[in-house]
């Protein structure tokens, strides 16, 4: 920074003024500059997730300045899974639902950034059951309330046993068995009645 003066020298016998110019520089330090700020750039909502699947995500950012330290400022991640330092969000989630929660970063050079992210994890799909027997069989006309036991694969808790179309009252036994009890009703008329089993949604189907 250059800077200049002005020196005078009056002489009042001889009623003059002298004058002279000085010029001299003055060195100031620079003043710090704002750092730039940085961001998250990861998309939210994250991937939904399927219950009992393994889930990951590695977050993302703008800063190079490493290491990179990441954590949860606010709120909860679904459950199983977790956020480590390196920004690795994964586990395999054990219920279904939705959560919200916050991200902070920081940064090598003490930079901060917060992001709020939700994440859904989703129930997984039924499988379409299958039906390879029925037992008993065969049901004599004019019976009482009759329960038969199904074998076949694909059954989960929520499967029904249907006779001709009808929902009958069904217990869920395991993967491969439900019973199911075919009321006297139905039993009045001779004939061949299709049995069937339906699971419900996502999935399922008969």
Known sequence: LFRSALD???????????AETTHFSVVAPALPTT????F????SPLPAGVVGTPYAVQLA???????????????ALPAGLSLDAAGSL????????????TVRLVDATARKVEKAFALTITAPANPTPTLTMVDP????QGSVDTTVVLTGTGFVNGSLARWNGA???????????????????Y????????????SPAPGGGL
Do not use: E, H, R
């Not at 950012?61 to 709120?75: K, Q």
């Open 8 to 18: 005078t020298t009056p002489d009042a016998a001889a009623g003059t003024l002298t």
């Open 187 to 198: 039993l009045t008329s001779p004939g061949a009645f299709p049995i069937t089993v339906w």
């Open 167 to 185: 929902n009958l009252a069904t217990t869920y036994l395991s993967a491969t068995q439900l019973s199911a009890v075919v009321p006297s009703q």
């Open 90 to 101: 994964a586990g395999t989630p054990t219920a279904a639902g939705s959560k919200s929660f």
């Open 137 to 140: 069989s065969s049901i004599d």
């Open 61 to 75: 950012s703008t800063s190079t300045s490493t290491p990179l330290v990441w954590s949860i400022a606010m709120g």
């Open 35 to 38: 750092s730039s700020p940085i």
């Open 40 to 43: 998250i750039t990861t998309k």
